[in-house]
């Protein structure tokens, strides 16, 4: 008579296989990325169990931005390759629901007003 022992490990095995597949989708946006306008960078980082992205390059150092300042907040992983949070308009000063979206060395990332009805996007290349 077995004592399922081994259901559990493969289980436990297949969990932290799952969980690794996550922090790998979530390490490919980790690093720094460039506005496709070349206007800006923004570094991604981990904060916490979510990733965060922080101004780290503008082109227009007059402007509303600030280098530094953190644009993207508690973006977590919302499907595959995608994660949700909170995006940060320096132009308006207003923080909108956010979106990101991995697509080899591009990412897409979108800032929401009136449950996602309006959006802006913003593309963004791999620049490390």
Do not use: H
Not at 24 to 49: H, I, M, P, Y
């Amino acid at each position: 008579m077995k004592d399922g022992t081994g259901s559990k490990r493969a289980a436990l095995a297949a969990l932290g296989l799952l969980a690794g597949v996550a922090t790998a989708n979530a390490q490919e946006v980790v690093g720094l990325w460039e506005r496709d306008t070349g206007a800006s960078r923004v570094r991604f980082s981990k904060c916490g169990e979510a990733l965060c992205g922080s101004l780290s390059w503008l082109k227009d150092q007059n402007g509303p931005a600030k280098v530094g300042q953190r644009i993207f907040y508690d973006m977590k992983p919302n499907g595959e390759n995608k994660w949700s949070g909170s995006a940060f308009n320096p132009e308006d000063g207003k923080t909108y629901s956010g979106t990101m979206t991995l697509s080899g060395n591009s990412l897409t990332t979108a800032g929401c007003v009136m449950g996602g009805l309006i959006c802006r996007s913003v593309k963004w290349n791999r620049a490390n």
